[in-house]
């Protein structure tokens, strides 16, 4: 099977089964995992980038859709955090191998977290993270105290809201399972995280989604870990620019050499 043949995981059963959509790159470990940002998906340019660093690297990689995004199955309106994290801890535990390194973007981050903390519970370690631009909270922190008062009782009273995006010509659905579900995986009201692995989170100074000052929260709230922060000062949202790219790849690649 070559790296570029999609693999398929199926995930929950009755009326929550779907099928995820993966690729696999055997090779040296730790096995690098890319985990996706909000409605982005596995071909997105980062993931591409890792994947060819992998490549000239002889690095063992994966990456995959969660369920409502890209060619994985299920509805993007019906996915929680809690659904993306049984999906991405599903795909950890079946091909990341002894302490993989979870690299993930936006709203991966926050799931990426979310991951390390439950894996660390049942005594399964990670290499690190990398974190660019991690949207941890974001539904609650980020996202509901922005909406107009009308938009929150739409969301309440009807059940989800269509939020116009930057990033596509479709709107995103906002439902309501999606914010309630948000309150129950917060994390950085909560305890400190010690997850028992270096991190090294890239953030850019001039993103208009997850403010900087949201990643420094996050490092505040990793005390007992190795934290390296790199801050872009005109970096955007995505951190896809060449030079981003770059040192996204340093990143990675110093945390499976650590």
Known sequence: MSPDDLQFLDIGSGAESRRIALKTREGLAPVVIWLGGFRSDMEAS????????AAAQGRAFVRFDYSGHGVSGGRFADGT??????????????????????????????????AARALKSKGNLLSGLVLIAPATDFTQALMWPAFPEAVRRQIVEQGSWNLPSAYSDDPTPITLGLIEDGRKNLLLDGPPLVLGCPVHI??????PDVPWRHALRLVEHLPGDEVVTTLVND????????????????????????
């Open 202 to 207: 890239l953030q850019g100074m001039k993103d």
């Open 46 to 53: 980062k993931a591409q980038a890792i994947y060819a660093w």
């Open 235 to 258: 970096g955007d949202h995505r951190l896809s620019r060449p030079q981003d790219i770059e040192r996204l790849v340093a990143a990675v690649e110093g945390i499976t050499q650590s």
């Open 81 to 114: 955090i809690s659904r993306w994290l049984e999906e991405a801890l599903a795909v950890i535990l079946a091909h990341g191998g002894d302490a993989p390194v979870l690299v993930g973007s936006s709203m991966g981050g926050w799931i990426s977290l979310l």
